[in-house]
């Protein structure tokens, strides 16, 4: 399977514990996403690499909550001290540069089947 | 910031029928994005416009993009279960999505 890996694809967890989760993007993808949905939503930006370096980040994304793309390949998203609304489906999407005319471009956003988060 | 606006939030139809499915920008669209998603699950692309007037069609899904390119429809042809899920529409920006908050499709046989 080629796609974008997610693991785990669920994590229950109590209040107050620290939780990892992990991401493998399509090989040779540059760019790197996570969204987080909570039920009845569309995904919402948390942040982004383009290889190793976090180029933006939420302001959904508070101090708890920390991402890295160490070499550029798999990306980990902790989130530190759960809280109850922390629990939500965490999507990891990516993305290949696509060179047009000169000019690079970025199009279609693959995305994993998702980490579902439940805080109790 | 850029939000989108999706109607119906829920849509059940009788196999067979036909239905489309509505996305407002409150700004110009750059690229719209029309994915699928099943309960619990990632979501699956279906397909991108990005000028005015375009319309893109995979099998019996058709997506359209309004010559001022705030507007997208997605319109199915003769639904089938298979069609069942949410779909999401989603603006391209420089860095990242923004999505609609997604419609619900239920097909009944």
């Known amino acids: 399977d080629t796609g974008v890996s997610q693991d785990p694809r669920h994590k229950i967890t109590k209040r107050g514990q620290n939780v990892t989760f992990r991401c493998d993007p399509i090989s040779e993808h540059n760019r790197l996403y996570w969204y987080r949905q909570t039920l009845g939503q569309g995904p919402e930006f948390l942040t982004y690499f383009q290889n190793e370096a976090q180029l933006e980040k939420s302001r959904l994304l508070s101090d708890r909550f920390s991402a890295e793309r160490p070499k550029g390949s798999f990306s980990t998203l902790e989130i530190q001290r759960t809280e109850q609304g922390d629990s939500a489906m965490y999507l990891c999407?990516?993305?290949?540069?696509?060179?047009?005319?000169?000019?690079?471009?970025?199009?279609?956003?693959?995305f994993g089947p998702g980490t579902r988060l439940t805080v109790l | 910031s850029q939000e989108l606006e999706q109607s119906p939030q829920s849509l059940i139809v009788q196999e067979g029928k036909n239905l489309t499915i509505n996305c407002t920008s409150s700004?110009?669209?750059?690229?719209l994005y029309w994915y699928k998603q099943k309960y619990g699950e990632g979501l699956i692309f279906l397909m991108m416009l990005q000028k005015g007037g375009e319309e893109k069609s995979h099998e019996k899904i058709t997506a359209k993009l309004d010559e001022k390119k705030q507007q997208s429809s997605l319109h199915i042809t003769a639904s089938q279960p298979s069609h069942a899920g949410i779909y999401l529409c989603g603006a391209r920006g420089y860095q990242k999505v923004t999505f609609g908050t997604g419609t619900k499709l239920q097909v009944i046989p």
């Open positions: 999407a990516s993305n290949p540069r696509v060179a047009s005319g000169g000019k690079s471009s970025y199009n279609e956003q693959f």
């Open positions: 700004k110009t669209l750059y690229g």
